[in-house]
């Protein structure tokens, strides 16, 4: 498999990331860390709309009962479109401000997982958190440098997890009744001058979707024996994260950064930082709402 992805949004994004295709309102809610706001892209009428939620934002996902669940710099908090405010919920790293977080994400039982990483890029200052219904949060991974993708298996019996430094996808027992995880291992290495595993995506085959930081590039892996199956070839160098959607679940959107380059690397690719679609061989399930 060999794709070309097509840029949907040249909106510029200086940190594109989290997508998370919203089954009940058919949209793609999306986000700009480091311009501290949250996108809604409906692709029924080409529309980018844009919330600002006043500290950075690593990911957002939607509530089952109906709005948005986000992981703030300054942590867990439910965040209202209408009224453009954000509701803090708990903020598990009040004494480490040099902290944000960063990607994440739902498991099959509706708990919200993210993680933080050092503004710095301090090595293993960070952490994986898992927020549940109760609204309680629990330290669940230490010692993380720069925490990115989540996916679960179909089964909901494995979580497969990106700490990007590590240049690895690795992968955990997961029990969905108590959201527990166990037997940490590697699953998937990112070949070298491929850049660096950031977000990703399962499909219904189980492979994963994986964003290459520095990469220019979706792969595509089969976690059962490492082996790239394929790539999605995009135009632009920092590609962030990814997510299945539309009527389908065909539709592969993937978000881009124009961060971390200077003026010279971006102009060889004028549409960084934009959103990009590709329609996928496969289909994957759309984003599991926060069930809190
Ligand atoms: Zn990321």
């Known amino acids: 498999m060999k794709l070309k992805a097509d840029c949907v949004l040249d ?16 949209v793609l809610w999306w986000v700009d860390i480091n311009r501290s706001t949250i996108h809604r892209y409906d692709p029924a009428t080409g529309k980018d709309d844009t919330y600002g939620t006043g500290a950075m934002v690593g990911a957002v996902v939607p509530r089952a009962s109906g709005g948005l669940v986000t992981a703030l710099a300054d942590g867990f908090a ?37 993680g933080t990483m050092g503004m710095d890029g301090g090595k293993g200052v960070g952490s994986l958190y898992r927020l549940d219904a109760t609204l309680k949060a ?13 996916a679960w298996t179909a089964d909901a019996k494995t ?14 027992d997961f029990d969905v009744d108590t959201g527990s995880i166990a037997n940490r291992r590697s ?10 595993p950031d977000g990703m995506s399962i499909d219904s085959e189980g ?20 082996k790239k199956l394929g790539q999605v070839d995009v135009p632009a160098a920092n590609v962030t994260s990814c997510a299945f959607g539309g009527p389908e679940g065909k539709d592969l ?7 971390g380059q200077d003026e010279e690397k971006l102009k060889a690719q004028p549409l960084a930082g934009g959103l990009f679609h590709v329609t996928a061989s496969v289909a994957g399930p759309p984003a599991a709402p926060f069930a809190g």
């Open 138 to 150: 629990e330290r669940m991974v230490t010692g993380v440098s720069c925490s990115n993708g989540l």
């Open 207 to 226: 492979k994963l979707w994986v964003a290459h930081w520095g990469g220019w590039q979706v792969g595509r892996y089969d976690p059962a024996t490492g």
């Open 78 to 114: 439910f965040y209202d479109t209408a009224t453009r405010k954000a509701t803090p919920i708990v903020d598990p790293e009040e004494d480490q401000r040099a902290n944000r977080f960063n990607d994440g994400k739902c498991d099959p039982a509706g708990r919200f997982w993210a």
């Open 187 to 196: 699953v998937v290495r990112i070949a070298e001058g491929e850049g660096h």
């Open 159 to 172: 979580m497969y997890y990106i700490d990007t430094p590590l240049g690895t996808v690795d992968a955990f």
């Open 253 to 259: 959107y993937i978000t881009t950064a124009r961060a």
């Open 11 to 26: 909106v510029k994004a200086e940190l594109g990331e989290g997508p998370a295709w919203d089954a009940a309102a058919k």
